[in-house]
Nanobody, 121 residues
Framework: QVQLVESGGGLVQAGGSLRLSCTAS????????MGWYRQAPGKQRDLVAT???????NYADSVKGRFTISRDNAKNTVYLQMNSLKPEDTAVYYC???????????????WGQGTQVTVSS
């Protein structure tokens, strides 16, 4: 099986910072793109940031200049450094990865369990 495990969420005041981590484990042959999505109560799940295996990044306009996505390929880990947090950043943040499992002949999307980020005003 393939599993993504997230950590680093918590409660912070507006203007504060958090760093989320997500590590993939299991019967993994390779990992292509990885990313972070978030979902606020009653809202749809939206893209936050993505990063390719080669390090090319993409960000939602709402987080550009404040969030930074990075990855450590040797550790199968993706990070999301969140600075200058705003109350509107409050959401459950989900890790996503396009992974080729050892048993599979193609890549598939996998999701983490989500980690809560709450930003108080």
């Amino acid at each position: 099986q393939v599993q993504l495990v997230e950590s680093g969420g918590g409660l912070v005041q507006a203007g504060g910072s958090l760093r989320l981590s997500c590590t993939a484990s299991g019967n993994i042959l390779s990992i292509n793109a990885m990313g972070w999505y978030r979902q606020a109560p009653g809202k749809q799940r939206d893209l936050v940031a993505t990063i390719t295996s080669g390090g090319r990044t993409n960000y939602a306009d709402s987080v550009k200049g404040r969030f930074t996505i990075s990855r450590d390929n040797a550790k199968n880990t993706v990070y999301l450094q969140m600075n200058s947090l705003k109350p509107e950043d409050t959401a459950v943040y989900y890790c996503n990865a396009l992974i080729r499992a050892r048993w599979a002949d193609s890549e598939y999307d996998y999701w983490g369990q989500g980690t809560q980020v709450t930003v108080s005003s």
